[in-house]
């Protein structure tokens, strides 16, 4: 097995598992509390496994853009998350993390047109399924 489909595959056993344990924690506070103290460990450990695997040298060689697209980045994560827990609160997890996971045909839809990947015939259905399953689940 490739390993970015390893790495891709444990990232979604844990992102499965997170969306449930979260809800579990949530129980008496609400999603943005639950966000600050989730954020809180995310915050040490990413600091943690860049200090022990020695990553922080690689800091130098980013440049103004690249500096400019990962804080975009991180902008953007804290806003996806935010929405996701506020979600996760309220309604009913499986329905949450499915509609979560859509992200995947904007991610898509964006690779194809920013980084000029391929969009293969398998891509595109792939995404046609994805979408149609999303809107099945948000329809009444």
């Known amino acids: 097995m490739e ?6 595959l444990l990232s979604m056993a844990f992102a499965g598992v997170t969306a449930v344990i979260a809800k579990l924690g ?6 943005d509390a639950a966000l600050v103290v ?6 040490v450990l990413v600091w943690v496994n860049a200090f ?3 990553h922080t040298r690689e800091l130098e060689l980013l440049t103004r853009k690249d500096l400019l697209f990962l ?10 998350w935010l929405f996701y827990y506020r979600a996760v609160k309220e309604g009913n997890v499986s329905l949450v993390a499915t509609i979560d996971k859509g992200s995947v045909v904007v991610a898509i839809a964006l690779s194809v047109w920013l980084l000029k ?17 999303l809107l099945v689940l948000i329809s009444r």
């Not at 989730?38 to 915050?43: C, Q």
């Not at 804080?71 to 996806?80: I, V």
């Open 3 to 8: 390993r970015p489909i390893f790495y891709a």
């Open 26 to 31: 949530m129980q008496r506070i609400s999603g």
């Open 38 to 43: 989730r954020t809180s460990l995310i915050f």
């Open 52 to 54: 022990a695997l020695r």
């Open 71 to 80: 804080l975009l980045s991180g902008l953007t994560t804290f806003l996806s």
């Open 117 to 133: 990947e391929p969009l293969t015939p398998k891509l595109a259905l792939g995404a046609g399924l994805v979408l149609a399953g």
